[in-house]
């Protein structure tokens, strides 16, 4: 197996990008496939190297979606499995994704997600339990602050939780702060790199632009506008969808990266550091014990998680704003599964 993999790397110009070594054969699942992420980041996970089998699962439309990307020419396997086949979606898989659930439309917070999202994802996790229980879960189903909880608490009852394999996607967060940042400053969006923390709504979403090259110019008002962007850029999207759903490519764009980036990090590549929303020990004495920080992902999954590093007294404010909201968001979660 490994020796095909190592052929396909030589194949592929790509994949050298991707890998220093021979890639793993990895088994990459999709929960939610059918829909406005699920589609999109079906695709590109086609299209990802590293990915050697793709297995896609909805409640409806699956099958087809798996029909038409599997046309496309990598050497990918493609599966599509309907409602009544998830354990089958999920045996053997190293990887889940879970963009299943409904999205917000306009005026709706995602916390108002919470009652149709909550019972989706713990039903999921708890198949992911039964049938791979060590494969890594990264959550895009929202709200992501209450729906990594629940995952991590659904996986403890069945005796499997392992906290270096749970993942909340935060990563549209840091690629709209790259992009909107970059937009003001004028530089390459891809060598802005913006740390983004805390967790994923609103004013739980702390970008840290101190620690970025382009910290002195942007200030004042500049600044604070740049802020509300990054925490609410989502609203820009539900409102101009006008009805129709909140972000879905910029997210599956998103949830492919992160994905690219944990898979890089399971076949052994070096320093590949990303914040991700996970069990976190940062904040657990005020209660907090899930946070997103910049996180080193390595062959197990979580490798280390890194510290905030140095805030300005703006962004403790940010912080501060942050932690009672996100408390209160955990707590919601792991509730509803007690
Ligand atoms: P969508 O409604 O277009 O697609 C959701 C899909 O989930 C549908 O195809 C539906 O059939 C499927 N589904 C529902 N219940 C299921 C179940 N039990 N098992 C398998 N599939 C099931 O929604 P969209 O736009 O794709 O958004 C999905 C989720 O992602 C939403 O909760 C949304 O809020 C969240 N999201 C998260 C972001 C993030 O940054 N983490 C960004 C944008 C959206």
Same mark, same amino acid.
């Given at each position: 197996?490994?020796?095909?993999?190592?052929?396909?790397?030589?194949?592929?110009?790509?994949?050298?990008?991707?890998?220093?070594?021979?890639?793993?054969?990895?088994k990459?699942?999709?929960?939610?496939?059918?829909?406005?992420?699920?589609?999109?980041?079906?695709?590109?996970?086609?299209?990802?190297?590293?990915?050697?089998?793709?297995?896609?699962?909805?409640?409806?439309?699956?099958?087809?979606?798996?029909?038409?990307?599997?046309?496309?020419?990598?050497?990918?396997?493609?599966?599509?499995?309907p409602?009544?086949?998830?354990?089958?979606?999920?045996?053997?898989?190293?990887?889940?994704?879970?963009?299943?659930?409904?999205?917000?439309k306009?005026?709706?917070?995602?916390?108002?997600?919470?009652?149709?999202?909550?019972?989706?994802?713990?039903?999921?996790?708890?198949?992911?339990?039964?049938?791979?229980?060590?494969?890594?879960?990264?959550?895009?189903?929202?709200?992501?602050?209450?729906?990594v909880?629940?995952v991590?608490?659904?996986?403890?009852?069945?005796?499997?939780?392992d906290?270096?394999?749970?993942?909340?996607?935060?990563?549209?967060?840091?690629?709209?702060?790259?992009?909107?940042?970059?937009?003001?400053?004028?530089?390459?969006?891809?060598k802005?790199?913006?740390? @983004? =923390?805390?967790?994923?709504? /609103? %004013?739980?979403?702390?970008? $840290?632009?101190?620690?970025?090259?382009? +910290? #002195?110019?942007?200030?004042?008002?500049?600044?604070?506008?740049?802020?509300?962007?990054?925490?609410?850029g989502?609203?820009? @999207? =539900?409102?101009?969808?006008? /009805? %129709?759903?909140s972000?879905? $490519?910029?997210?599956?764009?998103a949830? +492919? #990266?992160?994905?690219?980036?944990?898979?890089?990090g399971?076949?052994?590549?070096?320093?590949?550091?990303?914040?991700?929303? @996970?069990?976190?020990?940062?904040?657990?004495?005020?209660?907090?014990?899930?946070?997103?920080?910049?996180v080193?992902?390595?062959?197990?999954?979580?490798?280390?998680?890194?510290?905030?590093?140095?805030?300005?007294?703006?962004?403790?404010?940010?912080?501060?704003?942050?932690?009672?909201?996100?408390?209160?968001?955990?707590?919601?979660?792991?509730?509803?599964?007690?």
């Amino acid at each position: 197996m490994l020796a095909r993999a190592a052929l396909r790397n030589l194949a592929s110009p790509s994949a050298r990008l991707f890998s220093s070594s021979a890639a793993l054969q990895t088994k990459v699942a999709v929960l939610g496939a059918g829909g406005g992420i699920g589609q999109p980041l079906s695709l590109l996970l086609k299209n990802d190297p590293l990915v050697t089998s793709l297995s896609l699962y909805d409640i409806r439309g699956a099958p087809g979606v798996a029909a038409d990307v599997s046309h496309v020419d990598t050497a990918s396997e493609v599966n599509g499995y309907p409602a009544d086949k998830l354990d089958q979606a999920l045996e053997g898989v190293e990887v889940v994704v879970i963009p299943a659930g409904v999205p917000r439309k306009p005026g709706m917070t995602r916390d108002d997600l919470f009652n149709t999202n909550a019972s989706i994802v713990r039903d999921l996790a708890a198949a992911v339990a039964r049938v791979s229980p060590s494969a890594h879960i990264l959550v895009i189903s929202n709200p992501v602050n209450s729906t990594v909880p629940i995952v991590a608490s659904t996986l403890e009852k069945a005796g499997v939780f392992d906290p270096r394999r749970v993942f909340g996607v935060t990563t549209l967060d840091v690629v709209r702060a790259q992009r909107f940042l970059a937009g003001l400053v004028e530089s390459d969006p891809a060598k802005t790199p913006v740390t @983004v =923390v805390g967790g994923h709504s /609103g %004013a739980t979403i702390v970008p $840290l632009i101190s620690q970025t090259a382009y +910290a #002195k110019a942007v200030s004042g008002e500049v600044y604070e506008k740049l802020v509300k962007r990054i925490q609410f850029g989502g609203d820009e @999207v =539900v409102k101009a969808k006008d /009805g %129709a759903g909140s972000a879905t $490519l910029s997210m599956a764009y998103a949830g +492919a #990266k992160f994905t690219n980036a944990l898979l890089r990090g399971l076949n052994g590549e070096k320093g590949v550091i990303t914040p991700t929303f @996970v069990k976190s020990p940062l904040f657990a004495d005020q209660g907090i014990d899930f946070f997103s920080s910049p996180v080193e992902l390595g062959p197990n999954g979580v490798e280390k998680i890194h510290p905030i590093g140095p805030v300005t007294a703006e962004e403790q404010t940010l912080l501060d704003a942050c932690l009672p909201e996100l408390k209160a968001n955990i707590a919601k979660g792991k509730q509803f599964v007690a």
